[in-house]
């Protein structure tokens, strides 16, 4: 089945960086789109990096333009977010996204906290 497992979540002070990887089981993962969202306590889901299958394209909201960088490795079925310039606003809890066959799958998340 689908599995989806998120990891490099923590505490980092505002400026600094985080590397987050999802490792991603039982579909072939270079045929899709693979993206990231994010939940802050009271606030709604949100996408903050997505990247297509084949030329890999990217997309980003202006939120995070700039300072997160999605990218996909699809020999290891696994996908990154490279968040640089981290502020506290970023602090929310992250998944990892696919979608097939237009059933939505969803990582556990992984927490980042970004505070001094």
């Known amino acids: 089945q689908v599995q989806l497992v998120e990891s490099g979540g923590g505490l980092v002070q505002p400026g600094g960086s985080l590397r987050l990887s999802c490792a991603a089981s039982?579909?072939?993962?270079?045929?899709?789109?693979m993206s990231w969202y994010r939940q802050a306590p009271g606030k709604e889901r949100e996408l903050v990096a997505s990247i297509s299958s084949g030329t890999g394209s990217t997309n980003y909201p202006d939120s995070v333009k700039g300072r997160f960088t999605i990218s996909r490795d699809n020999a290891k079925n696994m996908a990154y977010l490279q968040m640089n310039t981290l502020k506290p606003e970023d602090t929310a809890v992250y998944y990892c996204?696919?979608?097939?066959?237009?059933?939505?799958?969803w990582g556990q998340g992984t927490q980042v906290t970004v505070s001094s």
């Open positions: 039982g579909f072939t993962f270079s045929m899709y789109a």
């Open positions: 996204r696919v979608s097939i066959l237009s059933h939505v799958y």
